[in-house]
DNA sequence: CGTAGCATTGATTCTCTTCAAGAGGTGTGG
DNA sequence: CCACACCTCTTGAAGAGAATCAATGCTACG
């Protein structure tokens, strides 16, 4: 698979990863710096806390979890990402990573390596400034995120993430109604700030007011209007 | 006060905005950008939900507070900003504001104008590599927060924004184990995720502890090794 | 000095956690 | 291909913790 299929101007994500204002020969200057994409398994770590940080990545397939640790050793996840979106934005700007990334299943990537993205971003004004539209997107994908755990009763959390993840689901045309989510109960019970019966009770309820079905990993979406309602009801 | 001590050479703040990587004349190439600085009263908004995202901003004295607003009119607030702090990178690379930042005091600031910024930084590799820093830093400030609002107890989630507050405060050499918290109990409540009596219950309960002592918005530490256990005890 | 908003404290209700058990699914080895 | 074991997910009952409602104290500001 090496050195195949890894030009930008060839990739069906295309526009996701670099959006249509960049032409094609930014978009090859792009691909040139693109390293070997990793194929990682279920549970392999894509970086982890403490070790350098040397470049960024866009997942082409599969997904991702990102997370910290407490001093405590407790884990928090800070994130569950698709394909067409960008990991380790946090790790930009820093010698090192303080958080890990670990892959939810079968995973491609594409590697951008930070020296040579910097380097190329102060050549290409488009760039320089995609790089920082997904920095503060991100920081803006965090305060959505803060609300969410803000959010009183955790079925509004829920109905919230699911809200969210569809989303972007969408925006990628990745998905309709249907859709398989990749992490465990206990990985979305981790992130939502919330016991792991919770969730599983939670899913049920949103089951009986016949808003959506669940069957384990795979959900289906009946009503999406009022998951919205009920992503924004009881906050703060 | 036009023009004046605008300087970032003559800053107090010089060392916590643009650290000693950058040189006198890196940084009087910075202090060339930097724009009127706005006295904002209490309450005054420095930027609003929808508007046109000209500038960044650097707290100078004072102290901001970040929110966004849900679809169903709800607020959450998303951080507090100290002197010496970079208040708006959320918006860099977008054109509207998302969020609205507001005064809880008095409060002086320096406008770093984006475009200006940007340009400047394709020359100055070390600014770029200072607003990535900053960024990134957002970031990594952000899941911080989501693992304070993830932290089971309310008062390990007090207790582990207090310990964050100071610990940022000590970075600028702001304050030893006194200090003046500069929002009002709701603002806290509502980025916290809790209600307003729950704050000052838990606020009461470390005073019982012997961990700190709180009068109004005054708060002195007593335990600050105690502090940090309760910050992380009880995590997910 | 008085008023209005902010902060604390108390009592009750309700939600979520915890502990416990059972169901469903998956993967491995016979 | 089936059986068994393991793991994840779901469901139930009891208890703890926070939200809510309500009232009183406190502080700041005109």
Redesign the pocket.
Known sequence: MAGTSLRCTDCGLQNICFPPAFDDSALSRISEVIGQPPLLSKGQALYQIGQPHHAIYAIRSGSIKTSIIQLDGSELITGFYQPGEVVGLENLGHTDCTSRAEALEKTTLCVLPTNQLTTLSRQLPELQQHIFNLMSTEIRADHQRLHLLGA?????RLASFLYGWIQRLEHRKLAGSSFRLP????DLANHL????????????RL?QLGILQ????AVHIHDSAQLLVMANA?CA
């Open positions: 009183r009763s955790v079925e509004a992490m465990a109960r206990a700030g919330v016991a792991v019966e919770t969730v599983s009770r939670s899913f049920s089951e669940v069957s384990g990993k009881q």
